[in-house]
């Protein structure tokens, strides 16, 4: 039987965390999407998001969002959430508890916009708060816009809808999938690391 020690985990950690740092830029990376959960009261919602960025030491993984979409709405009534990765190139399920921190209208968010390319921009131009019930279709970007991006000007607009949302790692759970027995650990906020049952 094989044998599987902290120093072995540490190795997978590492590795997992410089996939997670490829899927930001690389959208064939499986880990360029992941499942976010939020508390609605008593009511568990989750949605894909795409991840925007990670800051190691202490672990912190970034994305975007609509100010008025109701995740942001929950995130700021309860801070407390969850997020998934599950990747089929390693073989691997990243489960993250987090506590999240909303960027919105500040010197952060405002760096991060400045950033954020003009086709990705006009999704935060839309009239309609997302998740919003609608009388008919409508793709929630100014119609001009559709098969254009906008002037860099007009896209200012967008801003006021932006939200850059940080998700402090509370604890971390990675189970690697292998035919001759899977390898499961968490990592708690002081950085240790126990083995699980997987
Ligand atoms: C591949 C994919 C990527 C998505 N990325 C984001 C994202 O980065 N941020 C976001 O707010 N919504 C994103 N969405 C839309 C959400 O999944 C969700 O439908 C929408 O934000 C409304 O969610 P809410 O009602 O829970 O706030 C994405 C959806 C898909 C399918």
Known sequence: MKSISKKDIKIILNQQLEHLIDAISNGKNPYHTFTLGTLNANQSEIRTVVLRNIEKEPLRIFFNADYRSPKVAQLLKNSNCSALFYSFQSRAQIRFKAEAT???DNKISKSIWKKTPLQSRKCYMGDFKPSKYLESWDPNIPSKYLKTDPQKKDSESGFKNFTYIELNIIETDILKLHHDGHIRFKIDKKNRMEFVAP
Do not use: G, I, S
Request: hydrophobic content about 35%.
């Open 102 to 104: 909303v960027h919105y």
